[in-house]
C-alpha cells in the first residue's frame, strides 16, 4: 500500500521534486537519469515521519513548513568569513550556501604534491568522472535524505589523497550559509590511496543568527588499505536551520577512520556515520559531543559494519542537554559471521541539565561470529549533587561548579583527536558554546 | 573566637539529629569530636561546611563573628572554612590542576590578592605536595579519578595546604585508611596546625588523634555534646568505650 503523506508534506516533496526537475535542464543526460531516479524514489517513499522507527524522534514537522530553494549566489570577502577560521594552520576549501567559492579558498592548483581537490560542479563536466560519484548508490538510497540529495546533485567536494601521500597541513573545508530558506546541496566524494595519511575538518556554520537554512549533506569516503582519515565536523549553524549529513565510509583492509562530530547548533540536526569495515586489521573510531538547548533537537547516530576478521571499534557518544532539548542517539554494530576477533564498543552518556530535556538512546548489537568481544552502554542522568558541593566547598561559586563539571564531561570524547591545535580549537569552541 | 557554636539545631529529612549543640573554637586550637554511630558527628561538620539537604531549625554559629549559616558553602570556603571530605568526590575529567587553581584564586580573590597564573600556581602547588611528601603527578590527575581511599584523604589534605583556611574540618578523615595512610594524613595536618588556624576533628577512633594529639576532646551523643575533656579523654574511651555515656544519657 503506498504511504500516506497530509498535505503539509505532500506539498514539500512536490516542491523538492520540481526543483530537481529545474536542475535537469543544462547538463548531462547521465546526472539527469541519476537525479530523475532518485526522485522517482523519493516521491515514493517520501519523507519520513513519526511512524518511521527511525524517526520518531527527530520530527521534521517544522522542518516541512519551510520550502527550501536554491537562492542566488552571495558573494563573501575574507573579512565575511574571519570569525570562522580556524586557530591552525591548514589548506582552505570554502563554499558558500553549497558552492564551491574559489576567491575565499586556497589556490587548489598549488596543493602539496598527492593531493587533488575539485568542485563536483566543476567535475559533472566530464562524464566519466561524473560515473564515480555514485559509486555506493545502494547504500545511499537507504537514507532519505541521502535520497533527497542525489535527486538535487548540484555542488559538493572531491578529494583525492594519491597513494603514500602523508598530509601534514589538515585540510579545512567552511560551509557558510548566507541566504534565508536557501538549500545546501553538498555532494563530498573523498578517496584515499593505500597508506595515505590524511587530516579533513569541516565546519558548518551561518552568517548571521536569524537565517533559516537547509543543509543537507551526502560524504562517500573510500579508505584504501593502510591509510588514515581522521577528522573532525563541526556542526554549529545557528538555531533556526536544519542539517543533515550521511557520510558513507568504506574501509580496506588494515586502515584507519577516526572522526568526532561537534554538534552544536540548528533547530533540528541529524549526524549519521555508515562506516562498512571491509577488510581484516580495521580501527575505527567514532566519537561525538553534543549540546542542546532550547528546542532544539540534535540527532547523532552510527551504523557500524564489520565484515573481516580482527576489526577494533570504539564509540563515545556524549550529550548534554538543557532547556526543552532533544537529544537522540542511535547506534548500531553489525558483525558478520567473518568478523570473528572483533573487539567492538559502543558507548553513549548524557547529562541532562534542565527537567524538561529529554535524551532518547538506542543502542544496538547485532552479532553473528562467535569469537568477539563486543559491549555497548547509555546511561543519562543529572549532574551528581555532591560533585557540585564539592567544588563549592573549595570556594567556587556553584554556576562555575556546575560549569566545570559539564565541560569536562562534553569534552570527554574530543580527546580522540590526535592533532593538538585542532583538539584544542574543538574543545574551546564546546567550552564557548556551554558558557552561552 | 574563630567559631562559636550555640544551641544549634538541624535536621535532615525531617529527622531531628542536633539538638542543641554547643562549642567554641578559639584559633590555634586542635579540637575532636568523638561520638558513637549516629550521634550527628559527620552531620555537625556537613552544618557547617553548608551541605544542602541538612536544615537548621535553631541556634547560630559565628565565623569570626560573622554569621556562617546565611553564607553559601563557597563563601564559607572563601572566607577560611574547609571541610575534608568522609568521601571525597571523583570528578572525572577535572584535572586537580585546574580544579585547585581555580580554587586557590576564588579565595585569594576574597583576600583581594590577584590571581594566580598557571606559572605561579605550579610553583605554589609543589612547594606544598613537597612539604606533604606527595607524588608530584597529583595535579596532572582527574580529582579523585581512580584514587585509592588513601590516596583521596591525601588529597583532601593537599587541597587544605593550599587554600591555607582558618578553619579545618576533617569529617571521619580516618575511616577506611591503613596505618601508613593514616600518619601521612595526621603528619600533613600536623605541618598546617598554626597559632592562627583552628581544626575540628570528627572522629569515631582513637587512632588518628594519637598522632594529632588535640587540645580538646568532645563527646557527641544524641545531637549534643555531653561531655569534654583534654587528650586523656580519648584513651579513657578506648577503654571504657561509650557505653557508660550512652547509659547516662540515655531517654534524654
Known sequence: MAKKFTPVMQSAMTHYAQLSDDLNKAESPYLTALRQSAKAQFLEQGFPTRRDEDWGYTKLTDFVQTHFRLQGISHLTQADILPFLPSFGATRIVLVDGWFSESLSDDLSALPKGVTIESFEDLQQVPESAVQLQA????????????????????????????????????????????????????????????????????????????????????????????????????????????????????????????????????????????YMNGEHIETIQNSACYATGAQTVDSRSYTEHNQEHGFSQQLHKYVLDGEAVGVFNGMIKVARAAQKTDGQMDNKNLLLSDSAQMDTKPQLEIYADDVKCSHGSATGQINKEQIFYLQARGIPRPQAVRMITEAFLLEPVEVVSHGAIREWVAQILSQTLRG | MLLKVENLQAQVEEKQILKGLNLEVKPGEVHAIMGPNGSGKSTFASVLAGREDYEVTAGSVAFNGEDLLEMDPEERARKGLFLAFQYPVEIPGVSNKLFMQTAVNAVREEKGLPPLDMFDFDEYAREKIKLLDMRADLLERSVNVGFSGGEKKRNDIFQMALLEPKLCILDETDSGLDIDALRIVANGVNALRSPERGFIVVTHYQRLLDYIKPDHVHVLYNGRIVKSGGFELVHELEEHGYDDIIQQHQGE
Open chain 1, 136 to 275: 555506493h548508490q545502494q547504500d545511499v538510497a537507504q537514507e532519505p535524505f541521502a535520497v533527497m540529495n542525489t535527486m538535487l546533485l548540484n555542488d559538493g567536494v572531491v578529494i583525492q589523497i594519491d597513494k603514500h601521500a602523508v598530509l601534514e597541513m589538515p585540510l579545512f573545508v567552511l560551509h557558510v550559509q548566507t541566504q534565508p530558506n536557501h538549500l545546501s546541496n553538498l555532494r563530498n566524494r573523498i578517496t584515499v590511496g593505500e597508506y595515505a595519511d590524511v587530516t579533513l575538518v569541516e565546519a558548518y556554520v551561518s552568517l548571521s543568527d536569524d537565517l533559516c537554512a537547509l543543509t543537507n549533506v551526502v560524504s562517500e569516503i573510500d579508505i584504501a588499505s593502510h591509510a588514515r582519515v581522521k577528522q573532525v565536523v563541526l556542526q554549529q549553524q545557528n538555531k533556526q536551520s536544519y542539517y543533515f549529513n550521511n557520510q558513507f565510509v568504506y574501509q580496506a583492509e588494515h586502515s584507519g577512520f577516526n572522526t568526532l562530530y561537534a554538534g552544536l547548533g540548528c533547530v533540528t540536526s541529524r549526524h549519521q556515520n555508515h562506516v
